[in-house]
């Protein structure tokens, strides 16, 4: 009988001399032992899947809020990577850089997704200045020019005075906005946006969002 070539055992790693090209163990002890351990790791990766499912149906409306918004606020932080803080005007190397809003999400939820009313913004103005308003509207001018920086001031706050989203609706926001970090960040080695184009990312977004217009 022509024996194969010496192979490692999957199971103990030592080198034996293959009956058949299907063997893959040196023994039946490790035969055993491997069934054993792939059965445990089977097991395993059912109960991942079944937990992630089970996780899922308990949470709540607000659940689905908290985990929507860091992605909402990645894309914006995105769009303006290449950008300086909405407020201070710096790039600073030494601070993190945040999705700031311009109207905070306590004083105007049913703005907090809305990427018109989120920017590059440096965690000193966002986190210690409490969003550097005044200086936050003049980045608006200075960057987006008047007309738009009213827009965002006075007409997007009556545009959505109030936003009632279901758990269905929420759920449904998360993968697409997944979707187009990940857009995105394909985009972002070679991609560096003028104000026009920010904005209207942020628009078209939106909409794809499927949560501020179709």
Not at 34 to 41: F, G, R, V
Not at 135 to 142: A, K, P
Not at 149 to 154: C, E, F, P, T
Request: charged letters at 30%; proline letters at 3%; glycine letters at 4%.
């Amino acid at each position: 009988m022509k024996l194969g070539k010496p192979k490692k055992c999957q199971e103990c790693k030592e080198e034996f001399t293959q009956s058949n090209s299907l063997t893959k163990v040196c023994s039946i002890k490790c035969a055993i032992s491997l069934a054993k351990k792939k059965s445990k790791e089977t097991r395993q990766r059912d109960w991942k899947k079944k937990k992630a499912i089970l996780k899922d149906q308990i949470k709540t409306r607000k659940d689905y809020m908290k985990e929507l918004q860091p992605s909402v606020n990645k894309i914006a932080r995105i769009i303006d990577k290449s950008c300086p803080c909405i407020s201070c005007g710096k790039t600073k190397k030494d601070v993190q850089y945040h999705g700031g809003h311009f109207y905070s999400t306590g004083a105007r939820p049913s703005l907090r997704f809305n990427l018109m009313n989120i920017f590059l913004q440096c965690s000193v103005c966002n986190n210690h200045l409490s969003a550097n308003l005044l200086n936050y509207e003049l980045g608006l001018i200075n960057t987006f020019g008047k007309e738009n920086s009213d827009y965002i001031k006075y007409d997007l706050p009556k545009e959505f005075e109030t936003l009632k989203l279901t758990e269905g609706e929420l759920k449904d926001a998360i993968p697409k906005a997944r979707a187009a970090i990940r857009m995105l960040e394909k985009d972002e080695p070679i991609m560096s946006y003028n104000s026009e184009q920010r904005l209207e990312l942020r628009r078209t977004i939106n909409k794809e969002l499927g949560i501020y217009g179709e």
